[in-house]
């Protein structure tokens, strides 16, 4: 299967202490972007790549986050000092070309901080 | 800021009944992607459209988007138990710095 594969699935963590989640895009995809969904909400945007340049970040993106693309492949999104608030389902998406319009998304990583 | 906004919010409906989930915004977007996702899961791609007054057809779902490209629906004919999940709708394209935003989605519930 070449989707967009995302690892943890699932992560449960103490207020307070750092995670670090891994995309891998669909091969030949130059962008990637992160998003945040939480409970009965559709996705909201957090930041994309194109290729290993980080292009735009939200602001929701707070100075805790931070998101990586090294080499222009997988990426990863760093929490630091969790908050019960960033417990939320965590989305990756790559697509290809400039526009981005067609974005195929991840399974997603669950984060709970409790 | 570009908002859309999807109604209704939920839908209950029986076996073999139809229905239309709605997206509307004030802004215009370049391209609007329909999306559907399970609990635990991420959305799935559903279709793209690009051009206003374009209809898409996928099986039994029907997908329009607006001449004015500020609006969209999603018709389900003689819907299945299958057919239940989150339907999502997202704007985006280069106007909107690439990223999508999404409305806040339709949950759908075909009963059988």
């Known amino acids: 299967d070449t989707g967009v594969s995302q690892n943890p699935r699932h992560k449960i963590t103490k207020r307070g202490q750092n995670v670090t989640f891994r995309c891998d895009p669909i091969s030949e995809h130059n962008r990637l972007y992160w998003y945040r969904q939480t409970l009965g909400q559709g996705p909201e945007f957090l930041t994309y790549?194109?290729?290993?340049?980080?292009?735009?970040k939200s602001r929701l993106l707070s100075d805790r986050f931070s998101a990586e693309r090294p080499k222009g492949s997988f990426s990863t999104l760093e929490i630091q000092r969790t908050e019960q608030g960033d417990s939320a389902m965590y989305l990756c998406?790559?697509?290809?070309?400039?526009?981005?319009?067609?974005?195929?998304f991840g399974p997603g990583t669950r984060l709970t901080v409790t | 800021t570009q908002l859309l906004e999807q109604s209704p919010q939920f839908l209950s409906i029986q076996e073999g009944e139809n229905l239309t989930v709605y997206c509307n915004s004030s802004s215009v977007f370049s391209s609007l992607q329909w999306y559907r996702q399970e609990p635990g899961e991420g959305p799935v791609l559903l279709v793209t459209v690009v051009t206003g007054g374009e209809v898409k057809k996928l099986k039994r779902l029907t997908f329009q988007f607006g001449d004015a490209r500020k609006d969209s629906s999603l018709h389900i004919t003689a819907a299945q138990p299958g057919d239940t999940g989150l339907y999502l709708c997202?704007?985006?394209?280069?106007?909107?710095?690439?990223?999508?935003?999404f409305g806040g989605g339709t949950r759908v519930l075909v009963k059988p």
């Open positions: 790549f194109q290729n290993e340049a980080q292009l735009e």
């Open positions: 997202a704007g985006g394209g280069k106007a909107a710095g690439n990223k999508l935003t």
């Open positions: 998406a790559s697509s290809w070309g400039l526009a981005g319009v067609e974005q195929y």
